[in-house]
């Protein structure tokens, strides 16, 4: 018999825990008893990480209670109405950009860094476990995909919709990258990279929903889960400061 939704999420919750936990059991031998928080954690963006979070509690909750709220319908036909044009190469590219496409990306950007920039091992080591986190919430989530009698379906890969993959990968690969080896940059292009992060990021939601690959709550999800991962891997000192401090 199939475990209940939200026993299952818990569960893979439980998993998840043990995964922060090995970072954090280290961080916390290496310092004293009697340590502050601030030499533990960047405070201002763990507390950004656990709002992120609390938002995609909030949203898987609103899910799994409600397997298609009235927003995902509407918000998806609305996307589907507007011809995009030149855009929905863009759209077909990053559909086609899946599964052990983006595992083998990963492999070579953990590769990269390694190679180039040890400092920032760590970092990227911990940003690819998100695609293990992703796996466990998106079976024990296993809501379908959009439905073809609701909305235009142009194809659909295989497992669950929620959360959406793409989101979270691009939202900490390229974060991570940036942090990494764009530093060295001078700030313009600093800020650029940045600035083409989120009209990545746009254009990777836009076109998960467009394509009827996942609900908005989907992609919503993912950008959340994305951002606490992304934020949380930055806060811990011992993964962040050889990156963010030269040490």
Same mark, same amino acid.
């Given at each position: 018999?199939?475990?209940? &939704?939200?026993?299952?999420?818990?569960?893979?919750?439980?998993?998840?825990?043990?995964?922060?936990?090995?970072?954090?059991?280290?961080? #916390?031998?290496?310092?004293?008893?009697? #340590?502050?928080?601030?030499?533990?954690?960047? /405070? &201002?963006? /763990? @507390?950004?990480?656990? $709002?992120?979070?609390?938002?995609?509690?909030?949203?898987?909750?609103?899910?799994?209670?409600?397997?298609?709220? &009235?927003?995902?319908?509407?918000?998806?036909?609305?996307?589907?109405?507007? *011809?995009?044009?030149?855009?929905?190469?863009?759209?077909?590219?990053?559909?086609?950009?899946?599964?052990?496409?983006?595992?083998?990306?990963?492999? $070579?950007?953990?590769?990269?860094?390694?190679?180039?920039?040890?400092?920032?091992?760590?970092?990227? @080591?911990?940003?690819?476990?998100?695609?293990?986190?992703?796996?466990?919430?998106?079976?024990?989530?296993?809501?379908?995909?959009?439905?073809?009698?609701?909305?235009?379906?142009?194809?659909?890969?295989?497992?669950?919709?929620?959360?959406?993959? *793409?989101?979270?990968?691009?939202?900490?690969? @390229?974060?991570?990258?940036?942090?990494?080896?764009?530093?060295?940059?001078?700030?313009?292009?600093? #800020? #650029?990279?940045?600035?083409?992060?989120?009209?990545? $990021?746009?254009?990777?939601?836009?076109?998960?929903?467009?394509?009827?690959? *996942?609900?908005?709550?989907?992609?919503?999800?993912?950008?959340?889960?994305?951002?606490?991962?992304?934020?949380?891997?930055?806060?811990?000192?011992? /993964?962040?400061? &050889?990156?963010?401090?030269?040490?």
């Amino acid at each position: 018999m199939r475990e209940p &939704p939200v026993m299952a999420l818990a569960h893979s919750g439980k998993l998840i825990v043990r995964c922060t936990t090995m970072i954090l059991t280290r961080t #916390a031998h290496d310092r004293s008893l009697g #340590a502050s928080w601030r030499t533990t954690f960047r /405070l &201002p963006l /763990l @507390i950004l990480a656990l $709002l992120a979070a609390a938002g995609f509690g909030a949203d898987a909750l609103l899910v799994l209670n409600q397997p298609l709220p &009235p927003a995902d319908l509407t918000v998806e036909r609305s996307i589907q109405a507007v *011809h995009w044009g030149p855009v929905l190469s863009v759209f077909a590219a990053v559909d086609w950009f899946e599964g052990l496409k983006q595992v083998a990306v990963a492999v $070579l950007g953990v590769l990269a860094v390694a190679i180039w920039n040890r400092r920032g091992l760590l970092l990227m @080591i911990w940003g690819a476990l998100s695609g293990a986190v992703y796996q466990l919430i998106e079976i024990a989530a296993h809501r379908p995909r959009p439905e073809a009698n609701l909305v235009r379906v142009i194809r659909h890969t295989a497992g669950w919709s929620f959360p959406s993959g *793409h989101a979270l990968f691009f939202s900490w690969f @390229i974060a991570y990258l940036l942090v990494i080896f764009g530093r060295r940059l001078p700030r313009p292009l600093y #800020a #650029a990279g940045w600035a083409l992060q989120g009209v990545v $990021l746009a254009l990777v939601g836009i076109g998960r929903i467009d394509t009827a690959e *996942h609900w908005p709550s989907d992609v919503l999800a993912g950008l959340l889960l994305g951002a606490a991962w992304t934020l949380f891997g930055l806060s811990v000192r011992r /993964l962040s400061d &050889p990156v963010l401090d030269g040490r």
